[in-house]
């Protein structure tokens, strides 16, 4: 009986001291694509590049939306292939942190100053909601053009 106590000692201590850890939440900006006709939601062959950047964030999938991450600079630049018509998005933003939980600790948030971007694929741009936060949703809206990379001529 005492060692079953003992164990059970050891077991509650064990599981009263285990580090509790959660990795801190992420802010992504939600982009969703549109057409400017029926300004209707659009699927596209979509791909997303940083600029000045190693990483693919999104390499040749259809969708209508996407999300893109931001770091403490208050610039992004990303190439956006779009039915492999390219466009050059750039995005200005302010950051600071904001406290999530003691086991997480804290996390960035940006507010949105301004978009822009080139006019190949993308016609126009609305900013729907600058603060970008934890709880991913509709930031920007890239209304679509039906240009395309390859004309056949006849």
């Known amino acids: 009986m005492k060692h079953?106590?003992?164990?059970?000692?050891?077991?509650?201590?064990?599981?009263?001291?285990?580090?509790?850890?959660?990795?801190?939440?992420?802010?992504?900006?939600?982009?969703?694509?549109?057409?400017?006709?029926?300004?209707?939601?659009?699927?596209?062959?979509?791909?997303v590049k940083g600029a000045n950047m190693d990483s693919i964030w999104i390499d040749g999938e259809t969708a209508s939306y996407f999300q893109l991450p931001f770091d403490q600079s208050g610039m992004a630049t990303f190439i956006v292939l779009l039915d492999s018509v390219a466009?050059?998005?750039?995005?200005?933003?302010?950051?600071?942190?904001?406290?999530?939980?003691?086991?997480?600790?804290?996390?960035?948030?940006?507010?949105?100053q301004w978009v822009s971007s080139t006019r190949n694929k993308i016609d126009s741009i609305s900013l729907i909601d600058t603060l970008v936060t934890t709880i991913w949703h509709e930031n920007i809206q890239l209304y679509l053009n039906d240009s395309t990379a390859y004309s056949s001529s006849n």
């Open 87 to 112: 466009d050059t998005l750039i995005i200005s933003y302010n950051s600071g942190l904001a406290y999530e939980s003691m086991e997480s600790g804290f996390y960035t948030e940006h507010d949105i």
């Open 4 to 47: 079953i106590f003992r164990l059970l000692l050891i077991v509650l201590a064990a599981t009263a001291c285990k580090e509790v850890y959660d990795t801190p939440p992420q802010s992504l900006a939600q982009i969703n694509l549109y057409d400017i006709d029926t300004e209707s939601s659009k699927s596209t062959l979509t791909s």
